[in-house]
Nanobody, 132 residues
Framework: QLQLVESGGGLVQPGGSLRLSCTAS???????IAWFRQAPGKEREAVSC????????LYVDSVKGRFTIASDNAKTTVFLQLSSLKPEDTGIYYC??????????????????????????WGQGTQVIVSS
């Protein structure tokens, strides 16, 4: 079973940067990993997704050009680089995946972004605060 752990959050000023990491116990080249965030009083929303199977990367419009998702060479860690941060980026950031759903290709990531897929493996989250 996948066990996911996020790290890298913190307090930054507007315009600053952070790099979040998601490490997995049994991540393989067949998995996709998605990043979500939840602002105070708001619903959780998908931010980005990467497919280790086909290399595709997807982003929601609000973060395109500012956030970058990538995996390491061993496909055991997924990073989310946050740049040009805005106060509205504040929230708890989670990574998530699945051991049972597939094939986890670009279409799988698109379904996650479109709220058509339920992911059953989640980390505990890491807090990002963007404030002056």
């Amino acid at each position: 079973q996948l066990q996911l752990v996020e790290s890298g959050g913190g307090l930054v000023q507007p315009g600053g940067s952070l790099r979040l990491s998601c490490t997995a116990s049994t991540l393989t080249s067949d998995h996709a990993i998605a990043w979500f965030r939840q602002a105070p009083g708001k619903e959780r929303e998908a931010v980005s997704c990467i497919s280790n199977r086909d290399g595709s990367k997807l982003y929601v419009d609000s973060v395109k050009g500012r956030f970058t998702i990538a995996s390491d060479n061993a496909k055991t860690t997924v990073f989310l680089q946050l740049s040009s941060l805005k106060p509205e980026d504040t929230g708890i950031y989670y990574c998530a995946g699945s051991d049972s759903l597939g094939p986890q290709t670009q279409s799988f990531c698109a379904a996650i972004i479109s709220k058509l897929v339920f992911l059953d493996r989640w980390g505990q989250g890491t807090q990002v605060i963007v404030s002056s």
